[in-house]
Every structure is written in C-alpha cells, then in structure tokens.
C-alpha cells in the first residue's frame, strides 16, 4: 500500500471520492437530460435507479479496489479470475473516452469563467460561437488537461485529497444561495412544476437509458474508477457508510442543479430541451441579472468552482487509465500521466470540433428513424456513458455474486464494518448485485442497442 500511496485520512477518501462523482455531470449534464427526458418522471427513474442499483455496485468496486490494491484490470487477475480482466479493460476504455469528451466541456466552463470575468453576459446567447472557436475552445481544453496532468502526476493523495475538501462545500453553499434567488424569479414556478411533478407517459425506452446511464455517469460507476480509488482506502474505512453518503451527496447535488436551473430556464423563456448548451446559455443572463458588481462576481465564482468540480472528476478519470498503465506495464507514474494525457487529448479533437467548428463532426451520425444528425461528442456519449457504463456496472455485480463470490465480497467490507454480515444493508446489496442489477441492468442495455442502433423501439 504504502508504495502505491494511499488516502491519509476518512475523510480524505470521501470527498476524493466525491469530488470525482460531482462534477459536470451534476451541474451542466443532469439538467439538461431530465430538460430532454420530459422532466420529473426522469427525475424518479434516475433516482430509483442511483439507490437502488448503483449504490450497491459502487459498494462493490470499493470493496474490488480495497481488496486488491490494483487498477481495475489488475484487480480481476489479482483475485484469481484472469479472463474478467476484459472488464476492466472495458472500464479504462469508457475512461479513456469519457475523459476525451469531458475535458471539452470542462474547457468550457473554464472558459465561461474568464467571459464572466470580463463581464461579457452576452455568451450565453452565443454558446454556437463561442463552441465553434477553435483556437479559444482548444486553448482553454489545453490547459485544463495540463491542471488534471499536473493533480495527477503528484499523486493521489496530496494532489486529489486537499483541493476537494475546501472547494466542494464552496460550490454547494453558492448553489444553495442560487436555487433561492431562482425561486423569486417570475415563471419560477412553471419550472418547478416541470422538474417536480412527474407526467409518468413520458417514460419511454429512451428516458430509461438515459437515466440509467445519467445514473452511472454522475456517480463514476461502471468504469472502475472507484476500483482505482478504492485501492487506495484504507482497511478501517467502513466502505458500506463511505459509498451511502458518497452517493446521497452526488445525488443531493445534481438535484439541487436542477433545483436552480429550471426556475432559471421558465424564468428567461427558455426551451429546457436545449441539450448541452442549457446551461451555457441560461445561467450568463442570470448573472446580468443581479446586476453588473455582482453579476460579476457570482457568473465567475460560479464557473470558477463549477471548473473545479470537473477538475476533481477529470482527475479521476485520468487516474483509472494511469493506474493501469503503471500497475500493468510497470511505466513511471509522471511518464505514464503525459503519455495517457496526450493520447486523450488527441481522441477528444473530434469532440472538440463537434460543437460548430467542423460540420462532419457535427453532423457525424444520423441513427435509424433519427430525424437529425447526432454530432461526433454526443455519440461518445452514447457509446461510453449511456453504454460502456450500465454493462459494466452489470459485469462488476454479476462478478461479484457469481464468481468472487459473496462470501468474499462480506468479509472484505466486514473490514472496517464489523457486524455487516445480518444486516438489512448487507440482505439489499446481496439482493440487488446478485438479482435486481444484473437482469435490469442487461434488460435496459438490450433495450438500448436495439432502440439506438437498430430503431428498434419496443415501447
Ligand atoms: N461523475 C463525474 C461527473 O458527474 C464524471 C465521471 C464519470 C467521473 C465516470 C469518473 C468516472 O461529472
């Protein structure tokens, strides 16, 4: 352990962990799927879905990690089942392509932060332009992979641990106090209503894999990154306790995200359907509006911290293909950092590009029935996220109630939970990793395919 580096404290492996669930997903992502799945019902299904299935999966990639001490690879040799090693393969892959994507967007907070400070509120009705500057959008996507190169590089204790600690309460406070002044906006209302009160038609094929994959997404499940995080835990730490409030603050905050946008999005007569660019373009006409002093002063405190929540999620996408590299290929950390970086960085051109700047990137796909074109970052999207993600959360359960076995699984987390075994928590999460998971995890994953690549829609 100790040469590998570890969390110093409980503490510190909590808001590590945190920290790398909340991020974009919660703040930019989540608002804008429940705008295009309808609402409140997505709202539901997204929740059921995030307790009921992905805590215990995350309950059992801690307990993977903290047993093994391995990446997500490694982890399945070292428990002695060789082949299973494919899903961890799988894992650094969704990381590799998630994190491609990711770190676009990112830039772009980034780079709202430095339009905020220049008091320029204008962008958010030009979030087109602003996308398609290349030079600006790759500057600012460049030097948010350097911040993630230089976390990464120091390791993971000193680099992750200290940052999420001050600055994820920083960013909760101001969303608090933001909801509030959303709720005394005209039409505050209206957008409670859509984000609140569920119109259960609105349930399709779509709204479940969504959620689903929004679900896994938000709480960096099914891509081992909390395999990766948990080798680094320590065998006191109560996984059971540390994985519950991991997944209530993630859901906590993107509920509070939608919270504030709605009323946000009703009060400025916006469409919520507006996809990626639904916060970009709200919030900046939101900031104007509390006047220019602190209109300035909120838009890029805002921004600031939202660039810094991705920054702590970056960071853990980036460890879980390092960790590999340095584990399986035995490369010096600070090397294998660049060398992963820049392959990541190179993949993500697409995405880059895929917001206006190229029209084939961003007209890249048109899927069967479509009636448009899908742009190259949302169909990575589709691929790694509502995808890469659910199966592999569905392999990493299957895994552990079938070929780890429970038993195994028990007494790693009876570590530092003396008494799990019995317990209504341990009946659940036996119960949904060996039942619930599996068989609705690779329903809605049949469903997907079959919906997204083939047209086939079943209900
Ligand atoms: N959970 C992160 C977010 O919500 C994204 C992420 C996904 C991070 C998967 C790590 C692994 O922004």
């Not at 008091?119 to 030079?135: L, Q």
């Not at 109560?238 to 995200?257: G, K, M, R, Y």
């Not at 996408?317 to 090397?335: Q, S």
């Amino acid at each position: 352990m100790a040469s590998r580096g570890g969390f110093t404290s409980r503490i510190g492996f909590i808001a590590a962990a945190a920290g790398s669930a909340v991020g974009l997903g919660n703040i930019w992502k989540f608002p804008f799927e429940v705008g295009q799945g309808g609402g409140a019902a997505f709202v539901i299904i997204y929740l059921a879905f995030a307790f009921i299935l992905c805590f215990p999966v995350m309950v059992t990639e801690i307990a993977i990690g903290r047993k093994t001490q391995k990446n997500p690879a490694g982890a399945f040799t070292a428990l002695g089942f060789k082949k299973w090693r494919i899903v961890g393969l799988l894992g650094v892959l969704a990381g590799v392509l998630i994190l491609s994507f990711y770190n676009v967007v990112a830039g772009w907070a980034f780079g709202y932060f430095i339009e905020m400070v220049q008091g320029n509120f204008e962008i958010g009705k030009d979030f087109g332009g602003f996308t398609s500057d290349v030079v600006k959008v790759g500057g600012y996507a460049i030097v948010f992979m350097l911040a993630t190169v230089f976390i990464v590089s120091k390791g993971i204790a000193g680099g992750i641990e200290k940052a999420s600690k001050i600055l994820m309460p920083t960013l909760i406070i101001m969303m608090l106090a933001l909801a509030i002044y959303a709720f005394t906006l005209p039409n505050a209302g209206k957008g409670i209503e859509f984000y609140l009160v569920p119109d259960f038609s609105k349930i399709t094929i779509p709204v479940l894999y969504k959620a689903l994959g929004q679900a896994f997404f938000s709480l960096s499940l099914g891509m081992g990154a909390l395999i990766t995080y948990g080798s680094y835990v320590s065998k006191k730490e109560n996984i059971v306790t540390a994985a519950a409030l991991i997944t209530l603050a993630d859901v906590s905050i993107a509920f509070l995200a939608g919270l504030m946008m709605f009323p946000f999005v009703f009060s400025q007569g916006l469409p919520p359907t507006g996809g990626p660019g639904l916060i970009f373009a709200t919030l900046p006409g939101i900031f104007e509006s509390l006047g220019p002093v602190l209109g300035i002063f909120v838009g890029s405190a805002f921004f600031l911290l939202l660039s810094f929540a991705a920054l702590t999620s970056t960071v853990s996408l980036l460890e879980v293909p390092v960790a590999y590299v340095v584990d399986e290929h035995k490369v010096n950390r600070k090397l294998a950092v660049w060398i992963v970086a820049i392959i990541i960085f190179i993949i993500g051109i697409p995405s880059l590009l895929s917001n206006g700047a190229s029209s084939f990137f961003s007209n890249f796909i048109t899927y069967i029935g479509a009636d448009k074109a899908t742009d190259f970052m949302t169909f990575i999207g589709h691929i790694a996220n509502d995808s890469f993600l659910p199966l592999g959360g569905a392999l990493i359960a299957i895994f552990a109630a079938y070929f780890w076995k429970k038993h195994n699984l028990n007494e790693e987390i009876e570590q530092g939970f003396p008494g799990f075994k019995g317990t209504f928590v341990e009946k659940f999460i036996d119960f949904s990793i060996t039942y619930l998971a599996p068989v609705i995890l690779i329903g809605i994953f049949i469903l997907t395919v079959l919906d997204r690549f083939f047209g086939i829609h079943l209900f």
